[in-house]
């Protein structure tokens, strides 16, 4: 596996080169700041597979840093570890708002890290995965004849909007969570109501382009909070943000509406949101902090379907898998 770490801390990296070696890690390359790192990345005859970040830099930090490799050709699913003494929740927010895909605090365990490389391995095959169907997506903008497999309860990859981050990346966010931070958090559920119908009624090219709208209109007005954003498939996104950041769930959902409607999104029929009510978790209750996107998921299903309850989430729901043609 061919990683680069950056640290400006010589010391850091002496024990970063290190801690590879002794994981069985040999192709590495060590720099000492964000501009060394991007030379590095764009004069590489072959695409670096794991990128080791500091946060914490002069001149280019770290977050600066994982921002401007995502936007690199080769870059948009490379594992990116984030090594940090900072323990802020606001710096943790920032680098997976950017791109990062996990984080080790210092002082790091030998072991740790290599279990994160590893869990950052299985992680990025299953974005390629989301990946691959979106770019083949992207394709069809200049191929509208050209079929497409896309599934109802696909958590497809939405790179077009900032502040929406995959569905597994929202996961590993919450799972590296401590239990106090879990407890500060709120998780809200966003969906467009009757998707189901609104999916046999329209091609899959409509879907796609309206699901991106409808991030764009709710990240617009989530601006003036902090936030992560993922969409979790059937129609329904969720948002985790700091607890009580969002207080008048009717006026959000009648704003996000009427940013919808000003976008005139393409479908034949107007497209209704619907907003859950926020769910937080009790600081003595689950240990599993997927509970919180669990829960805003079943917050926002009893409003999908004018009132009545919508499918079961997606683990558990029926597949509707078909061949849709643009045209």
């Known amino acids: 596996m061919k990683i680069l770490a950056v ?12 801690c590879l ?3 069985g890690y040999s192709e590495y390359k060590l ?11 764009t004069s590489a005859t072959t695409p670096y597979e794991c990128i080791l970040l500091d946060i914490q830099m002069p001149e280019m930090d770290g977050i600066e840093l994982c921002s401007a490799i995502r936007s690199l050709p080769d870059y948009g699913s490379c594992p990116i570890i984030m090594i940090t003494a900072m323990t ?6 920032e680098a997976f708002s950017a791109g990062a895909t996990d984080y ?9 890290l290599g279990t994160r490389i590893r869990l950052a391995e299985t992680l990025v095959s299953e974005q390629r995965i989301a990946l691959d169907k979106s770019s ?17 309860d696909d958590p497809i990859v939405i790179n077009e909007v900032p502040g929406v981050i995959d569905k597994l990346v929202m996961e590993n966010y919450l799972l590296q969570l401590s239990r106090s931070r879990v407890y500060n958090s709120t998780g809200i559920g966003f969906a467009i109501a009757d998707f189901e119908d609104f999916w046999i009624g329209t091609t899959l090219g409509n879907i796609y382009y309206t699901l991106i709208d409808v991030a764009d209109a709710i990240t617009l007005n989530l601006k003036k909070t902090g936030y992560l954003l993922a969409y979790c498939g059937r129609g329904r996104f969720v ?10 769930i009717e006026e959000l959902e ?28 009790s600081l003595w209750g689950s240990l599993n902090p997927l509970q919180l996107m669990d829960d805003a998921i079943a917050a926002i299903d009893p409003k999908c379907r004018n009132g009545q309850s919508a499918p079961a989430d997606s683990r558990s729901s029926k597949k509707f898998d078909r061949i849709v043609g643009f045209g």
């Open 21 to 23: 070696r002794a994981g």
């Open 136 to 152: 083949e997506l992207h394709s069809l903008k200049s191929k509208l004849d050209e079929a497409f497999r896309f599934s109802i």
């Open 254 to 281: 009648q704003s996000i509406q009427d940013t919808i409607d000003d976008f005139d999104v393409m479908s034949d029929n107007r497209v209704r949101i619907v907003v859950g009510e926020p769910r937080t978790t």
């Open 7 to 18: 640290d400006d801390d010589q010391f850091v990296l002496v024990l970063l080169g290190a």
């Open 239 to 248: 948002c985790v943000t700091e607890r009580g950041a969002v207080m008048d």
């Open 31 to 41: 720099v000492d700041s964000g501009s060394a790192a991007l030379t590095e990345i």
């Open 104 to 112: 080790v605090s210092k002082p790091f365990d030998p072991l740790e």
């Open 88 to 93: 802020e929740r606001s710096y943790i927010d």
